[in-house]
């Protein structure tokens, strides 16, 4: 059977399943997500043959192979398979990775095409050079190199394909580009810092007892605080980890802390324990983004990949290498310097999630018995969030292990949209998508299968604008989250448009 299953034409992205926020060194599902959780079995899907044999048909291809191994890597191994759990997990690892990929392939095409300037410096191949052959070796030696236990699936894929080509010179340049263009840019992030293993709560990382102050989940209870040195990685492009550091988040006993508060607390209720004011769209819109690790859904990246192949067709570059892989590098990278910003960010101001400030806000609750000292909050000792869904998982919903401030979601979807921006010179681009949280197939944590859903957007900053807001009605980020954080990814979003991938 075929590795890819590819975007269908009702754009419906048929999601396989994978897990999340893992620790280096742990090959168990129990130990990342702990005794409350079980990933529900899950059937994967028919692989669907690939559109077309052409250039740029190749790179969709290996760009859906790699969201999809991905998802795999974020999959609990099956008995008696011969795979790794959590090779490159999380969305940061996951952004790290797509972006070496994708500079590979963009590599490999612009020293062909030579529109574009190379990223690693890349010169250009001879003229009788096969675009098909360099787009896949490149493709599969970084996705070798950073899911090495899924080798041997990309191996047979690759031979698949180059099969298909007869014996040339053309083939053996091909190849060999390729080969230059994955070996340059995985030797340049060879020691990029990105090696140091997840700490876990209470262990490697001790929180804060402060008010204000980031502390575990404790409802879910994850072990692990992800991405704490992921603001010593070294970017792609940005000149560095702090240079967009977003501004120090409002204080504890002011009113737009109180506002964000409040909306977080009436919002983002379970609807159970908590009542909630949130509405049923709005609690759709929560989950439709969501993306939050859990199995068949994957991180974030997976998400915003999907979203730019499918504006890519709607638009009209599918069918155009250059811009193609160009466009593919943009986001990915400008994603990946998005969240070492970001990441850098949240781990230096360290700002509790709602869970934490709605339960410790009055005088007497928390660690130091102080509460927030804002007389505009009014806590709940129990509040219970809707939660970050625990999709085709059997446990709680839960708010991600890592600081609040600012959101990675809204980050990560600032940077996503003002590349598209960029790229196509309008923000006036309406769209229409399904995502895997609706997809007809996904479970929610009482196994209930959620319908198929699709929504609809104006324009970029819409759904810019819904995936930020997303995470308010899920009850796990405040309203200055979200808009530092899609200022912070715009911020990188324009300084890798204007610096990299260059005519």
């Known amino acids: 059977m075929r590795y890819l299953k590819l975007i269908s034409t009702v754009i419906i992205f048929v999601a ?16 990342i997500w702990g005794p409350r959780y079980q990933a529900i079995p899950e059937a994967n899907a028919p692989h669907p043959a690939p559109h077309g044999t052409g250039p740029a048909d190749r790179i969709r291809h290996w760009n859906q192979i790699a969201i999809n191994a991905s998802g795999l890597d974020h999959t609990p191994v099956a008995p008696g398979e011969n795979r790794i759990f959590g090779e490159q ?22 020293a062909i095409d030579g529109h574009f300037k190379t990223y690693t410096g890349l010169g250009r191949a001879p003229a009788d050079t096969s675009m098909e052959c360099a787009v896949a070796q490149a493709a ?16 047979q894929e690759l031979t698949y394909e180059l099969a298909q080509i007869p014996n040339s010179a053309r083939k053996t340049n091909g190849i060999s580009l390729g080969h230059n263009a994955a070996s340059a840019i995985l030797s340049l992030r060879a020691n990029d810092g990105s090696q140091a293993a997840e700490p876990r709560i209470g262990i490697e990382f001790i929180t804060s007892n402060e008010p ?6 404790p409802i879910s209870q994850i072990p692990v605080a992800l991405g704490t040195y992921w603001g010593r990685v070294t970017p792609f492009v940005i000149q560095s980890s702090h240079q967009f550091r977003s501004p120090a988040p409002p204080a504890l006993n002011s009113a737009e802390y109180a506002a964000a508060y409040n909306e977080a607390k009436s919002l983002g209720g379970d609807g159970v324990i908590t009542p909630t004011l949130r509405t049923a769209e709005e609690t759709q819109i929560g989950i439709y983004w969501a993306y939050d690790g ?56 360290q700002f509790w999630r709602p869970v934490t400030g709605i339960r410790e806000s009055d005088p007497g609750t928390g660690p130091t018995r102080r509460g927030d000292g804002n007389r505009a909050t009014t806590g709940d000792p129990s509040f219970t969030p809707l939660g970050a869904p625990a999709s085709n998982l059997t446990g709680p919903n839960f708010t991600p292990p890592f600081p609040s401030y600012p959101s990675g979601h809204g980050a990560f979807g600032g940077a996503l949209f003002q590349i598209l921006r960029k790229f196509y010179g309008t923000d006036n ?40 807001q997303s995470r308010i009605y899920l009850g796990i980020h405040w309203a200055f989250d979200k808009t530092a954080a899609i200022a912070q990814g715009r911020r990188v979003a324009d300084y890798v448009f204007t610096n990299a991938f260059l005519p």
């Open 16 to 31: 396989i399943p994978c897990s999340a926020w893992s620790q280096i060194g742990f090959s168990d599902f129990k130990k």
């Open 89 to 110: 997990f999380g969305p940061t690892r996951a952004s790290r990775a797509m972006a070496i990929i994708h500079i590979a392939i963009f590599d490999a095409v612009s």
């Open 140 to 155: 599969c030696e970084t996705l070798d190199a950073l899911f090495p236990s899924q080798k041997p699936t990309f191996d």
């Open 212 to 217: 204000g102050k980031w502390r575990q989940d």
């Open 294 to 349: 859990t199995p068949s859904l994957c991180a974030p990246p997976r998400l915003y990949n999907q979203i730019t192949m499918h504006l890519a067709d709607q638009m009209g570059t599918a069918s155009d290498a250059a811009e193609l892989a160009r466009l593919l590098a943009l986001v990915n990278v400008a994603m990946a310097d998005a969240c070492i910003s970001t990441w850098e960010s949240k781990y230096y101001y």
């Open 429 to 468: 681009i309406a769209f229409t998508f399904v995502s895997d949280e609706f997809n007809g197939v996904t479970r929610d944590n009482a196994g209930n299968v959620r319908p198929l859903v699709q929504r609809s957007f104006s324009s970029l900053s819409q759904a810019e604008e819904e995936n930020g």
